[in-house]
Antibody, heavy 123, light 111 residues
């Protein structure tokens, strides 16, 4: 079965960087884009960007440009999300989510999600 | 502030019908980009409820339905049950941002 397993929670100081990993299993890793979505405490979902695990190509939400880097390691079916220059308002749960594309209906949607990784930014 | 606008909360009694609106603009829903709906229970990751504006994944009860008209979309839930109490999010693509947008989320309370 499809599983997305994320790395454990992190506590970081303002100005530091954090890397969160998302390990895929149960499907062909390079066949599906992977997105990152975050959720601040008591807030809604915020899309951060996607990575194409096949090519390594990325697309980031404008608000994260310059601070966000997504990479993949095809040898271990894992994507990484690194956010730098952390601020207190980066405190959130970070999710990876697989992008399923239905070629017949031209639909796409997030069909599997990781369990979430709590990132806390505090001095 | 999200460009996809949802009411912060809706409520209904068991067995009733509720709708949750999602209002976009000409660069997202109004440009005919597909709308998806996700449901999130406390402490859990979101789960897909509706894709392609109106389609239900297998396993989602037919009490849930999606619709779209112009720059707005709606999620309808009939025969409300206590287990439907959760947060609901709409999602679409925005061409001016070249990225994905989520609505601000709607908390459904079953009275």
């Amino acid at each position: 079965q499809v599983l997305l397993v994320q790395s454990g929670g992190e506590v970081k100081k303002p100005g530091a960087s954090v890397r969160v990993s998302c390990k895929s299993s149960g499907y062909r890793f390079t066949a599906y884009y992977m997105h990152w979505v975050r959720q601040a405490p008591g807030q809604g979902l915020e899309w951060m960007g996607w990575i194409n695990p096949s090519s390594g190509g990325t697309n980031y939400a404008q608000k994260f440009h310059g601070r966000l880097t997504m990479t993949r390691d095809m040898s271990i079916n894992t994507v990484h999300m690194e956010l730098s220059s952390l601020r207190s308002d980066d405190t959130a749960i970070y999710y990876c989510a697989r992008d399923y594309y239905d070629t017949i209906g031209n639909f796409n949607f997030f069909d599997y999600w990781g369990q979430g990784t709590q990132v806390t930014v505090s001095s | 502030q999200s460009v996809l606008t949802q009411p912060p909360s809706v409520s209904g009694a068991p067995g009733q019908r509720v709708t949750i609106s999602c209002t976009g603009t000409s660069s997202n829903i109004g440009a005919d980009y597909h709308v998806r709906w996700y449901v999130q229970l406390p402490g859990s990751a979101p789960k897909l409820l509706i894709y392609g504006d109106t389609n239900r994944p297998s396993g989602v009860p037919d009490r849930f339905s999606g619709s779209k008209s112009g720059a707005s979309a709606s999620l309808a839930i009939t025969g409300l049950q206590a287990e439907d109490e959760a947060d609901y999010y709409c999602q679409s693509f925005d061409s001016s941002l070249n990225g994905i947008l989520f609505g601000g989320g709607t908390k459904l309370t079953v009275l």
